[in-house]
Nanobody
Framework: QVQLVESGGGLVQAGGSLRLSCAVS????????MGWYRQAPGKQRELVAA???????NYADSLKGRFTISRDSAKNTVNLQMNSLKPEDPAVYYC????????????????WGQGTQVTVSS
């Protein structure tokens, strides 16, 4: 059974940083592609970042340089470091496991976490 549990969300001032984590069980992240998505109220869920089993990464164009996806193989965890947070970044952030990484995106699988809320105050 695949389970994903996100953590690390919260309230931060604009310009601040947060580090989200996604603890994965049931699959090994080293041999799977992983992704982070976000969904703001009234908007569609959008891809934030993805990492392939080989370690390649890609990001939404608007987030390049501010967000960094990484994985901790020992903990079977995928992280999202978010810096210089802006008022347009608040959303529920979701982790996805076992999808398909492509050079300019990521196809999600059916495996999602419950999400973690990120709020940015101006």
């Amino acid at each position: 059974q695949v389970q994903l549990v996100e953590s690390g969300g919260g309230l931060v001032q604009a310009g601040g940083s947060l580090r989200l984590s996604c603890a994965v069980s049931g699959i090994t992240i080293d041999i799977n592609d992983m992704g982070w998505y976000r969904q703001a109220p009234g908007k569609q869920r959008e891809l934030v970042a993805a990492i392939s089993s080989g370690g390649r990464t890609n990001y939404a164009d608007s987030l390049k340089g501010r967000f960094t996806i990484s994985r901790d193989s020992a903990k079977n965890t995928v992280n999202l470091q978010m810096n210089s947070l802006k008022p347009e970044d608040p959303a529920v952030y979701y982790c996805n496991a076992g999808g398909g990484y492509i050079s300019d995106g990521y196809y999600p699988s059916v495996y999602w976490g419950q999400g973690t809320q990120v709020t940015v105050s101006s």
